[in-house]
């Protein structure tokens, strides 16, 4: 079945550090690939997003490069902040499909002054 | 502003009482689901609905229902059947037939006393 698997966290990091939030799936066919961000007690916000092999998505600092080969998603950004502490949640899902999205398990980044 | 508001943020109730969590959009979107999750989790998919008057289960519809009488409003009932409601429930929206990003409420934490 479809399925996307994250890395644990949590992540702690020190201001300005480099990240990266490893993601990869499972997919039969070709997904669409997201992150959302989910900042404490709050709802999911799309961060990024991909709709086909090679494309990278960016926002904010953030990027992700949707591999088919390796089948990742891998989330980076070259210099954190304090304001990104958050759980970024990979998922994927097919425009053919009832638009369902699958999510993996998050993780949580906190990010240290 | 268009967007999908939950209510309430927080909410108790005793052992063996139904509650019923809210959910608009004023999107416009055809497309509307429930998610639960739970901490170190990610989201998991209770019910969807497509369309006015019709909906489908999800993963976890075991101890919940739901209805969509009109098109802005997708509300959620936790049963008594629900073994294990505590939790943070976050309603989305999305647009068809472009199945683009899904667009999601605040959440509702909903706590079992």
């Known amino acids: 079945g479809n399925s996307v698997t994250q890395m644990e966290g949590p992540v702690t990091l020190s201001e300005e550090a480099f990240l990266t939030i490893n993601c990869t799936y499972t997919a039969t066919g070709y997904p669409s690939l997201f992150w959302y961000v989910q900042y404490p007690g709050e709802g999911l916000q799309l961060l990024l997003k991909a709709t086909k092999a090679d494309d990278k998505g960016s926002n904010k600092g953030f990027e992700a490069t949707y591999r088919k080969e390796t089948t990742s998603f891998h989330l980076e950004k070259g210099s954190v902040q304090v304001s990104d502490s958050a759980v970024y949640f990979c998922?994927?899902?097919?425009?053919?499909?009832?638009?369902?999205?699958?999510f993996g398990q998050g993780t949580t980044l906190q990010v240290k002054p | 502003d268009g967007g999908i508001t939950q209510s309430p943020k927080y909410l108790f109730r005793k052992e063996g009482q139904n509650v019923t969590l809210s959910c608009e959009q004023n999107l416009n979107h055809d497309a509307m689901y429930w998610y639960r999750q739970d901490p170190g989790q990610g989201l998991r998919l209770i019910y969807y609905s497509q369309i006015v008057n019709d909906f489908q289960k999800g993963d976890i519809a075991e101890g919940y229902s739901v209805s969509r009488e009109k098109k802005e409003s997708f509300p959620l009932t936790v049963t008594s059947a629900q073994k294990n409601p505590t939790a943070f429930y976050l309603c989305?929206?999305?647009?068809?037939?472009?199945?683009?990003?899904?667009?999601f409420g605040p959440g509702t934490r909903l706590t079992v006393l």
């Open positions: 998922a994927l899902f097919f425009s053919s499909n009832t638009g369902k999205l699958i």
């Open positions: 989305a929206s999305q647009d068809l037939p472009s199945y683009n990003e899904q667009f």
